[in-house]
């Protein structure tokens, strides 16, 4: 057992979680390869290894939480592919997340602003979409009346700091339409119904990708399944249990099981890497809810990623080929590969589409340098990553670029457009949803 600080009253995340999960690290190194962090800087303390040890050491009673700490546990991506390459099993993503939420309830990064951007996004914004779609209305009306145009190109922006400027660069391109204005409350299947799924229509995916939500829905109801869609909808969360707001992200799992009672559908889908791989957790995150667990373990179990799903029912065939050839390369997103170990079904739904070529992309598990916000907070090791994985996806002299995460879409799309590549971004669902309609 941890020893505790004298004295310590307060909660701490990492002494009160299970002490088997910090113990199994066996300090072997074998993760240390497959760390884009440690890979970057060499040193122990950005590895997995280096921080389960700083982890281990508060759990211990051994440190406290300090600045250090906790920006080393924001240098980390969060992208799991630790899990994937640690033969002990270490649990890498929960200790993840109990580490970050640590960082915050220390206190040690506080500041007035970071607190009045946390609290305007993490705790007002994305706990409710209402309030976001409303954000997204403005921006799209921004882009639309060519005001976003008129003044990149007045030269305003000269005017504001470098990081600013930066950040506006990154501004993504609101749909004309967002997912309840595509999609009907109840999708019936075409042909014989097997199946009655619910679609999560997701949160920034709903302002972004909405295209994305329409054509997944599409392909489900091509493939004998009756869709609800709720018009209204809830954030999953990930962004919340990714940045130390443990109790949103607990609230925000409550929702969404009231909203879409597990026992009622054969399967939850998601089409957004991120949130599929936290979603399939939540009986982790409501272990102490005894109103909550039960429905919770039902509910892990429903939630499916659109490409598990498809392999799990198998995809009806696809007409003749009607659409023209093209080259396409696969990224898989870190959440999908390493979060969810789905990787062999967008491979073999690229691989049914006629006319496709799928040519493999090195390095394809390796992280874009999106990973949820780190973009935002970390933007130089995002931008080494992102320069990286545009360096491979030349390299395969494909047009298009094929990836299931919304993040992901947004990185390697800001990425081209900025190296003026001729390059196709896009849902390996898109892909399969245009070869339906032929
Ligand atoms: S999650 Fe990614 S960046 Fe973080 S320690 Fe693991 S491999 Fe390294
Ligand atoms: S996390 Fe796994 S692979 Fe990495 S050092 Fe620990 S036991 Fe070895």
């Not at 501004?171 to 999609?183: H, R």
Request: aromatic share 6%.
């Amino acid at each position: 057992m941890p020893a505790s600080l004298p004295g310590a009253a307060r909660h701490s995340h990492l002494k009160d979680l299970d002490y088997s999960v910090l113990q199994q690290c066996m300090h072997c190194g074998l993760c240390l390869p497959t760390c884009p962090t440690y890979d970057a800087t060499k040193l122990e303390r950005n590895s997995p290894r280096g921080r389960i040890s700083l982890m281990r050491a508060i759990a211990d009673g051994q440190l406290e939480p300090t600045r250090t700490f906790a920006d080393e546990m924001y240098f980390c991506l969060g992208c799991l592919a630790c899990m994937t390459a640690c033969p002990a099993g270490v649990n890498y993503a929960e200790l993840f997340e109990h580490a970050r939420a640590e960082a915050e309830q220390s206190g040690v990064l506080d500041s007035p602003k970071r607190s009045l951007i946390r609290s305007f996004t993490l705790r007002w914004l994305f706990m409710d979409l209402s309030r976001l779609r409303l954000v997204g209305y403005l921006l799209r009306l921004y882009q639309q009346l060519g005001l976003q145009t008129f003044v990149r190109r007045s030269g305003l922006l000269n005017l504001l700091p470098k990081r600013l400027r930066e950040l506006e660069a990154m501004t993504p391109n609101v749909q004309p339409k967002f997912s309840a204005e595509l999609i009907a409350p109840l999708t019936p299947a075409v042909g014989q119904k097997k199946y009655r799924v619910a679609m999560l229509t997701g949160c920034a995916q709903d302002l972004i990708f909405s295209d994305v939500n329409r054509d997944t829905v599409e392909v489900l109801a091509r493939n004998a399944c009756e869709i609800v869609t709720p018009r209204e909808q809830f954030c999953c969360g990930s962004l919340h249990a990714h940045n130390g707001e443990w109790e949103l992200a607990q609230q925000l799992a409550r929702k969404q099981i009231d909203q879409f009672p597990p026992e009622q559908f054969d399967a939850i889908i998601t089409n957004a890497a991120g949130c599929g791989s936290h979603l399939k957790h939540y009986a982790k995150l409501l272990a102490d809810d005894p109103v909550y667990q039960s429905r919770a373990e039902l509910w892990d179990a429903k939630v499916k990623d659109i490409h598990e799903w498809l392999g799990q029912i198998g995809i009806t065939p696809l007409p003749a080929a009607k659409v023209p050839p093209q080259t396409v390369t696969y990224h898989e997103a870190c959440h999908l590969c390493h979060g969810q170990k789905i990787t062999a079904q967008p491979r073999q739904i690229l691989r049914a589409i006629p006319n496709l070529a799928l040519v493999e992309l090195p390095e394809s598990t390796w992280c874009c340098g999106s990973a949820g916000i780190y973009n935002l907070i970390q933007p130089e090791m995002a931008t080494e990553l992102l320069d990286r994985k545009l360096r491979h996806i030349k390299s395969t002299g494909a047009s298009v670029v094929a990836t299931g995460n919304p993040g992901c879409l947004l990185q390697i799309i800001n990425g081209a457009k900025r190296e003026n590549l001729p390059l196709r971004v896009v849902h390996p669902i898109t892909l399969l949803a245009e070869a339906y309609r032929g």
